[in-house]
T-cell receptor
Framework: GIQVEQSPPDLILQEGANSTLRCNFS?????LQWFHQNPWGQLINLFY???GTKQNGRLSATTVATERYSLLYISSSQTTDSGVYFC???????????FGAGTRLFVKA | KAGVTQTPRYLIKTRGQQVTLSCSPI?????VSWYQQTPGQGLQFLFE???????NKGNFPGRFSGRQFSNSRSEMNVSTLELGDSALYLC????????????FGPGTRLLVL
């Protein structure tokens, strides 16, 4: 089945710093998503990015589908960025989303 | 438009009991999926429903079951609870034909004692 791997598993940043989170996936996919899970457990959609680059404020994401990876960039990090970031792939044949293990981010004030 | 809602938000049960969790999707969304999140196993797919039909089921024992009603609301049931069933249970909904974009509810935190 499809494997989704994320790195790093944990990340501690000083407020204002930039970071890059990586997601590798095992098979050719065309429907990659990034989520942020806040400390209360809510999963929030950040990007649906099967390929190319998208930006939303201080966040941007790039997916290179041919090389089977995606990157999430966080610039000028804030304490509210803390939480767990997941990348996920939707398996069309099974109507299910396969999640990576997540990157746990803590931004210090 | 209201988001995905889940009830109850928190639940404490004891081993051997059963539990029913409820999920109301975003208006117009007919696909509902359930996921279990634990520290050890991460986010794992439980099942997906569309038009009251289960289209797929994850690798969970038969104690885990679900259903969907004609108004797209969904319930999941766990019978004979075990300590390992303690988890955050997340529900997601999506539009027909756009199931790759899922919107998640706030989850139900279940603690089994």
């Amino acid at each position: 089945g499809i494997q989704v791997e994320q790195s790093p598993p944990d990340l501690i940043l000083q407020e204002g710093a930039n970071s890059t989170l990586r997601c590798n996936f095992s098979d050719s996919v065309n429907n990659l998503q990034w989520f942020h899970q806040n400390p209360w457990g809510q999963l929030i959609n950040l990007f649906y990015i099967p390929s190319g680059t998208k930006q939303n404020g201080r966040l941007s994401a790039t997916t290179v589908a041919t090389e089977r990876y995606s990157l999430l960039y966080i610039s000028s990090s804030q304490t509210t960025d803390s939480g767990v970031y997941f990348c996920a792939v939707f398996y069309t044949g099974g109507f299910k989303t396969i999640f990576g293990a997540g990157t746990r981010l803590f931004v210090k004030a | 438009k209201a988001g995905v809602t889940q009830t109850p938000r928190y639940l404490i049960k004891t081993r051997g009991q059963q539990v029913t969790l409820s999920c109301s999707p975003i208006s117009g969304h007919r696909s509902v999926s359930w996921y279990q999140q634990t520290p050890g196993q991460g986010l794992q797919f439980l099942f997906e429903y569309f038009s009251e039909t289960q289209r797929n089921k994850g690798n969970f024992p038969g104690r885990f079951s679900g259903r969907q009603f004609s108004n797209s609301r969904s319930e999941m049931n766990v019978s004979t609870l075990e300590l390992g069933d303690s988890a955050l249970y997340l529900c997601a909904s999506s539009l027909q034909g756009h199931e790759e974009t899922q919107y998640f509810g706030p989850g139900t935190r279940l603690l089994v004692l």
